[in-house]
């Protein structure tokens, strides 16, 4: 009789857990769809969080929020599921990195000093490298629109502040010596970009922190801009 007291306990906490959450799923790209559950508001995130790969069923963001702010160790991995980075919330720490997934990244610190220059971090994304690239992709295909250019290089720069906060910027690169303006643009704002801001010696420095995609059709859509042959400018 106490056992099936116990059983009975145990599925109205389940019960009323489940009712107090609830279940949302977003397309964030071709390729991508977020899912995660709310607070019985219908807004506060709360609980399990990740972004899945639809090509292959896999994951590349994991992680889970408590009273609408994440929380606990994020895991981030590359559209082949390799794990690229951990970090900590509450610690605010990063707890992994794997620097192969920064190998076609160019970072600017933002300093007179040379020494703060070479030492200080590198800004990171919290989110897999090549996935923030796909997150701009629909960007690129508004603002491309020049049909006699393509295999033109999109620069994508992230302005990172002392606090973290970013500002993004667009321009096409053609050849070696020109470049058109840069254009101030947005993200997809389902998924919101989270930035570690460059330190040296427990100090935050502004940076830049900057990739490159060819753009290998100017009649493309999202499904295009998944697929990029990243180059060091």
């Given amino acids: 009789m106490k056992h099936q007291v116990l059983v009975a306990a145990m599925l109205a906490v389940c019960v009323s857990a489940s009712a107090q959450t609830q279940e949302k799923k977003v397309a964030l790209t071709k390729h991508a769809e977020l899912n995660y559950t709310v607070a019985n508001d219908g807004k506060t995130k709360e609980g399990l969080y990740s972004v899945k790969n639809t090509d292959n069923n896999g994951v590349l963001v994991r992680g889970s929020y408590k009273d609408g702010n994440r929380a606990g160790t994020w895991y981030f991995f590359d559209s082949k599921e ?5 970090y900590n919330y509450d610690q605010k720490k990063v707890l992994y990195l794997d620097a192969k997934a920064l190998d076609n990244v160019k970072v600017n610190v933002l300093s007179d000093d040379a ?3 070479k030492d200080a971090s590198v800004p990171l994304p919290l989110c897999p490298v ?3 690239v796909t997150l701009i992709g629909k960007e690129i295909a508004t ?3 020049d049909p006699t250019n393509e295999g033109v290089t999109a620069e994508i720069t992230a302005h990172i502040d002392e606090k973290g906060k970013a500002v993004y910027t667009l321009a096409y690169v053609y050849g070696k010596n020109k470049k058109s ?3 101030v643009i ?3 704002a389902a998924f919101p970009v989270e930035w570690v801001p460059s330190t040296y010696k427990d100090k935050t420095i502004p940076s830049e922190f900057t ?3 060819k753009i290998e059709s100017a009649n493309s859509s999202d499904d295009n801009y998944r697929r ?3 180059a060091n400018e």
């Fill in 82 to 86: 390799q794990l690229t980075m951990r």
């Fill in 115 to 117: 020494t703060i220059v």
């Fill in 130 to 132: 090549d996935f923030y």
């Fill in 143 to 145: 603002n491309y629109n």
């Fill in 181 to 183: 303006t840069p254009k």
């Fill in 186 to 188: 947005g993200l997809n």
């Fill in 211 to 213: 990739v490159y995609a």
């Fill in 228 to 230: 990029f042959n990243w």
